[in-house]
């Protein structure tokens, strides 16, 4: 079948916009512009939310869940707005759904500034340890916050107060 492509109907509407496309009895449902599957030059396939190549890249690890439909998300999607993105303006991606990620992979496959991180350690990023939750570090092209998991932010408002503070001074 051939593909559409209806990004330009996000300058129109601003609700989800649902494509329901029919191939004999069977249906395919996506939700544009959502999420998408994305190979890097290592074959990988990596699962992403949102728009890819924004300056702001959001890593996630939400184990065994549907992200979509999780306080956790809900959470995030308050703390992009406090800072004034939607999810068409940064990219997500839950590490917990796709295989081996790291800077290097990030890096070749996405176009980002800013990274924000929930829940992973830098060295699981190959960033080595040096970073501090809710202090900015900068590198050649980069600025990194790395955060508590979603899950703890819900529960801890002084977490929530450091983030906020971090990201008011990044934005």
Same mark, same amino acid.
């Given at each position: 079948?051939?593909?559409?492509?209806?990004?330009?109907?996000?300058?129109?509407?601003?609700?989800?916009?649902?494509?329901?496309?029919?191939?004999?009895?069977?249906?395919?449902?996506?939700?544009?512009?959502?999420?998408?599957?994305?190979?890097?030059?290592?074959q990988q396939s990596i699962?992403?939310?949102?728009?890819?190549?924004?300056?702001?890249?959001?890593?996630?690890?939400?184990?065994?869940?549907?992200?979509?439909?999780?306080?956790?998300?809900? $959470?995030?999607?308050? #703390?992009?707005?406090?800072?004034?993105?939607? @999810?068409?303006?940064?990219? =997500?991606? +839950?590490?917990?759904?796709?295989?081996?990620?790291?800077?290097?992979?990030?890096?070749?496959?996405?176009?980002?500034?800013?990274?924000?991180?929930?829940?992973?350690?830098?060295?699981?990023?190959?960033?080595?340890?040096?970073?501090?939750?809710?202090?900015?570090?900068?590198?050649?092209?980069?600025?990194?916050?790395?955060?508590?998991? $979603?899950?703890?932010? #819900?529960?801890?408002?002084?977490?929530?107060? @450091?983030?906020?503070?971090? =990201?008011? +001074?990044?934005?």
């Open positions: 079948m051939e593909d559409k492509d209806y990004s330009f109907l996000k300058v129109f509407m601003e609700e989800p916009i649902f494509i329901v496309e029919k191939e004999g009895q069977n249906h395919i449902i996506a939700e544009e512009p959502t999420s998408g599957y994305e190979a890097n030059t290592n699962r992403f939310y949102g728009e890819k190549d924004k300056n702001v890249l959001v890593l996630v690890d939400l184990q065994n869940t549907d992200l979509l439909k999780t306080p956790e998300y809900d $959470l995030l999607l308050k #703390i992009m707005g406090a800072i004034n993105l939607t @999810l068409n303006q940064f990219t =997500l991606v +839950n590490v917990a759904d796709n295989a081996t990620i790291d800077f290097p992979i990030l890096t070749d496959e996405f176009n980002f500034q800013q990274l924000i991180v929930f829940g992973i350690t830098p060295s699981s990023l190959s960033l080595g340890d040096s970073a501090v939750n809710y202090f900015p570090v900068k590198n050649e092209a980069h600025t990194f916050i790395f955060s508590d998991s $979603l899950s703890e932010l #819900i529960k801890d408002i002084g977490k929530k107060k @450091l983030l906020w503070a971090s =990201l008011k +001074n990044l934005f």
